[in-house]
Each structure stands twice: as C-alpha cells, then as structure tokens.
C-alpha cells in the first residue's frame, strides 16, 4: 500500500463507487441518491480551486483502497483556519488500518497547510469512525441531534475536532 495525491483523471471514478457505496448501505452520509460522473467534476474542481488535498491509498497494482481530504468548514473568511474533513475506504478493505493511516496523512497535510482546527462530522451511532478520531487526538464537541433522516429514522452528528498548533502568524482578513 502507498499513499498517492489523487487526481481527478486516475481516480474520480474509484472515489465515486467508494462514495456510493457508503451513501446506499451507511449513515456516513447523509446524501440519499448515488453520485453521477458529473459530481465528481464538480468535487474535483472545488478541491483545485482553493487547495484542498485528496490523499488516497492504492494497493500494489494502483487500485484506489479509500481516500481521505477536506474542504472548507463554513463559507465565512473568519473560518478560515478550520477545516471539514472526510475520509472513506473501500468496504472490502476496511478493519485493515488504512482510515488511520489516510486520517494521519490529512493530519499532516492539514499542519503544512497550516490548519489550526479540523472538525469532522460523524453519524453518533458509528462507533468506529469516533473511536479512531478519539485515537487520534480529537475531541467531542457536540452533537446535534435529529439532524438528518435516512434508512426510516432519524441521525445524530456529531462534531468532533481537533486543533492543531499551526498557523503560528495568523492574520485578519
């Protein structure tokens, strides 16, 4: 396994089925309907756009295993140090490490990029997802109840973060 900056070209289609997968059998996310081509266009373009890393994890014949990156938190300048991460992995692959080997590669990246805090927002029932960030030196910070609807029941968010030690000058504006 090796860790690879995604592109668009070589893996889109790769993201795509790992996203679809998790929208059709789990409360990862909340979306309800599969993600087209077309999305992905859209993904990749806003990640360019404003310098968010796609980190993924390829097996020895270059096969995508999941993927890890961010995206702004909220659309205000103000945020501008925090971050919304996310990090997927291939169903067949997962129980194997590879979440926490892409979310301590995001961390890395996040602390380059200087990043001061990273959130990520996780279904409450998935124990999984919480007990890595936990393991990873996130913390709760709250949990927004009733806040989705998907598979017939209501979905717990919850928020956890981490703040990091960077950006050691920040500015206004």
Not at 93 to 114: K, P, Q, S
Request: with cysteine; aromatic share 10%.
């Amino acid at each position: 396994m090796r860790l690879i900056a995604c592109t668009e070209e070589a893996h889109s289609g790769a993201i795509l089925a790992i996203l679809n997968e998790a929208i059709v059998n789990s409360t990862a996310l909340y979306d309800y309907k599969p993600r087209t081509a077309e999305n992905m266009v859209t993904w990749f373009a806003t990640k360019r756009a404003n310098g968010f890393p796609v980190i993924g994890a390829e097996d020895d014949n270059g096969k995508l295993l999941g993927f890890a990156s961010y995206g702004s938190f909220r659309a205000f300048p103000a945020y501008k140090y925090t971050v919304e991460h996310s990090v997927y992995v291939d169903a067949a692959h997962r129980g194997e490490g590879l979440g926490r080997t892409l979310m301590e590669a995001i961390v890395a990246e996040a602390i380059a990029r200087e990043v001061h805090v990273m959130v990520g927002a996780i279904d409450a029932s998935n124990a999984g997802s919480i007990a890595l960030h936990e393991r990873l030196g996130f913390t709760h910070s709250g949990t927004v109840q009733q806040a989705g609807f998907k598979f017939g029941r209501w979905l717990d968010v919850a928020f956890y973060q981490r703040i990091l030690a960077t950006p050691l000058n920040p500015v206004d504006g």
